[in-house]
């Protein structure tokens, strides 16, 4: 049994697409982006400013969807070994209450108590940590694998799992 | 440089005194408390139901007091060592707002990004954890110190910290 962290913003919640159909909703924009581009290099700085207040929204959070077949292979992980959600919230307060209600919607199954809500995710004591930013990896002690997004795709890693087929089926 | 984490809840806001003047105001009862009596000891069902009731919801939290000195202690120690507030916010999520704000009110020199809101505080990776639960410190990969409350004044361990004063003196 391994301990496993779990970022959960690009990772469970599907930001990236929650983001590309507010936009497409608010500004009737569908901006195509290349494997490392960010929102900022493809945004206009009104449609970037709107984008990062609508970041700060517990609504923004709580309409996210699930990424393809996050509910169930977690589900599945944890029963295996000792599963915690780990998100960066304490940068965006407003967060914290729809990111709860969140993981009670589509984890029912999941124990509050392995919920961590932090900052620097160095203080996290694990196995492992998935998560879509390389710099969370900075002084963890475990070992970083890196979930794959847009934003990361040309960062260089040694540990990248491309989906929740490859969380599946790793060696945990 | 050690990185101490630092439990919130009758550590540095006075949840005890909290819920004295709480009980003062609410049923003009002031209950006289041993060492190792909580507050279902010296309370009748109605009153203990209210008060659990009570710990339910924001404005407790964010009414508490700091505790005696702890401020000032705990500015001097960040200075010279990673400081993180590790609390056990998951088992009552209606305090997740409160108690940031609270820090941000009564610490704001506080960087949030070394807040954790957490359950299970096994997932907390440091040298020291400061708390007034024993459980706390199980499967903590760090020393656990105790910081004394009535509650848990019959309680055996070995490192124990009376007062802030205690914590200032500690040789980290």
Redesign the interface.
């Known amino acids: 049994m391994a301990r496993i962290?779990i970022d959960m913003d690009h990772v469970i919640a599907d930001a990236h697409n929650g983001l590309l159909d507010w936009l497409e909703r608010s500004y009737s924009v569908k901006p195509s982006m290349t494997p490392g581009q960010r929102f900022r290099d493809v945004l206009n700085a009104d449609q970037y400013a709107a984008l990062s207040a609508r970041l700060e929204t517990a609504e923004f959070f709580f309409n996210l969807k699930p990424l393809e077949s996050s509910i169930e292979t977690l589900e599945l992980l944890q029963r295996n070994h000792e599963v915690?959600i780990?998100t960066?919230?304490?940068?965006v307060?407003n967060s914290?209450?729809a990111k709860?209600e969140w993981i009670k919607k589509y984890l029912p199954f999941f124990?509050?108590?392995?919920?961590?809500?932090?900052?620097?995710k160095?203080?996290?004591?694990?196995d492992y940590l998935i998560d879509d930013h390389i710099h969370n990896f900075e002084n963890f002690?475990g070992r970083g694998l890196l979930f794959s997004a847009l934003h990361n795709e040309l960062d260089s890693w040694p540990d990248r799992l491309s989906d929740w087929n490859d969380i599946g089926n790793f060696n945990f």
């Open positions: 962290a915690f780990t960066a919230a304490m940068f307060p914290f209450g709860y124990e509050p108590k392995r919920i961590v809500f932090c900052g620097d160095s203080i996290i004591s694990a002690e």
